[in-house]
């Protein structure tokens, strides 16, 4: 079981006859959840005014918290109350890399189920492998150079084996890269990495 931050994404399509049930409905929810050891917040906005997509975040400390607030009985019957508007949904756990790349999509197929009716399906659209490594290489490459030359002039650096200096340049580089470079870059690259 994961003891690192796990976060979870939503996306709702939402029966745009129910806006203000809706949102009264998904309050509740962040409500119910903020009372649960581990809750470290959560936030939702719409695709815009008159938009029947919603998209939610919610994070919880670990896997074994999230697992309590998932299993729950109040959550339960707080997702069943939602039932007579939520048209589709779709849920996934980001944390690791992949959650740097994953952008809430609107795009959806309709789909025909066995007893006649149909179902809505949220379809996934990541960039390509390659654009993600280049993304990873165009944030790693400078932050790494910049590093080398700054320890460069540390009395005794250049005498310690290499595996230790590699070792030291990764533990430092690695949460940088993790909060702050790799956010920019995608960021900065979106309009790129969603063609």
């Known amino acids: 079981m994961s003891s690192e931050p796990i976060t979870v994404s939503i996306r709702r399509e939402v029966d745009p006859e ?14 119910l959840a903020h009372r649960y050891p581990g809750f470290l917040g959560s936030g939702w906005v719409r695709d815009g005014e008159d938009s029947h997509v919603w998209h939610m975040l919610y994070r919880f400390s670990d896997e074994k918290s999230l697992i309590a607030w998932e299993q729950s009985g109040e959550r339960e019957w707080w997702k069943s109350t939602g039932d007579q508007f939520v048209r589709s949904e779709r849920v996934r756990r980001r944390s690791g890399i992949e959650g740097w790349f994953d952008e809430p999509t609107t795009d959806t197929i309709t789909l025909p189920r066995a007893d006649g009716s149909t179902t809505t399906v949220a379809m996934v659209s990541t960039p390509p492998r390659w654009k993600q490594a280049v993304s990873i290489w165009l944030g790693f490459f400078p932050l790494n150079v910049a ?8 009395p005794g650096w250049n005498e310690l084996p290499i595996w230790l200096r590699v070792l030291a340049t990764t533990v430092v580089l690695t949460p940088i890269m993790t909060y702050w470079v790799l956010p920019f870059v995608t960021r900065s690259l979106r309009t790129w990495l969603n063609r």
Not at 18 to 25: C, M
Not at 147 to 154: C, D, E, I, N
């Open 147 to 154: 590093l080398t030359y700054a320890l460069s002039p540390v």
């Open 18 to 31: 129910h806006v203000a049930a809706a949102t009264a409905w998904v309050q509740t929810g962040v409500n």
